[in-house]
């Protein structure tokens, strides 16, 4: 498996990240230990979670996520093998992103992930209330403390985005590595408009998430009468059936016949391509789905293949 640079930091990672959010939601903890397993075993090194996940379960807390890795870690003993990355921000035990609420959040998240040190600590979103240089402060505390290796953000838009890494310039303290943005073939404009050109000049290793638009770019939803598939997808899914979509899914079905492979892999390889991205983040609840989605890693588009996917989700052609 060929990795990638995060940004210019020492972390290097596959170009498929394992979505946790999934860990105590929809995988239990024996199936997570499969899935995490089957992961490994594909070559594959990036597992992104955060503090939240998954609150949102009846009968959850938060945590849950982070505790079943941290188990599985002490189980397999695969910690060399794996690259961890949570985020601190959007649980309402720690919210935003004051010195003491990081400070706090982190020594939780060490002790359920059952690690020394997190390999990438993110931001999960903005904090507009807390001074831009408290927080790169606390996270520089983190990373001289060696309980953080590198630092990252999510949910940015691009002007917080560029005064945060001026702000690490200037002051020199740790600067945020990765960003975290949603991105897929369907969701475009807020990463591709300011956030991209950013990233690929300040060499800012890019993690999507929503790489299949939540589902939609599987080629599973085609129709309304498809919404019934999933409950949970289908406000969000139904937003995409429309020309543009099914011009989307045409694009998809042609190119993934030239490869002998799935729209969801095509999305995947899609996104893999583009300039900045360090890696696409996926989720699977089944080994068989996970085995799935590894083979985007192997898929190469052309560059007449990368135009016309382009071409066919352009916004202009609304």
Known sequence: MKL??????????????????????????????ELLDAFVDHGFNLIDTADAYSAWVPGNEGGESEAIIGRWLKKSGKRDKVVIATKVAKWKRYPGLSPTNIREAVEDSLRRLQVDCVDLYQAHEDDPKV????????????????????????????????????????????????????????????????LQPLCVKEDVGVISYYSLASGFLSGKYRSEGDLQKSAARAPKVKGYLNERGMRVLAALDQVAKAHGATPAQVSLAWVMAQPSIAAAIASATTTTQLSELARAADIVLSSEQLHSLASASDLTKE
Do not use: C, H
Request: proline share 4%; charged share 30%.
């Open 131 to 194: 001074p831009l240089e408290e927080t790169l402060r606390t996270f520089d505390e983190l990373v001289k403390a060696g309980k953080v290796r590198v630092i990252g953000a999510s949910n940015y838009d691009a002007a917080r985005f560029a005064d945060a890494l001026k702000t690490s310039e200037t002051k020199q303290l740790a600067r945020y590595e990765s960003m975290q943005p949603e991105y897929n073939l369907m969701d475009r404009k807020g990463f591709e408009d300011g």
């Open 4 to 33: 990638r640079k995060l940004g210019r930091s020492p972390l290097q990672v596959a170009p498929l990240a394992f979505g946790g959010n999934v860990f105590g939601w929809s995988a239990d903890e024996a199936r997570s230990f």
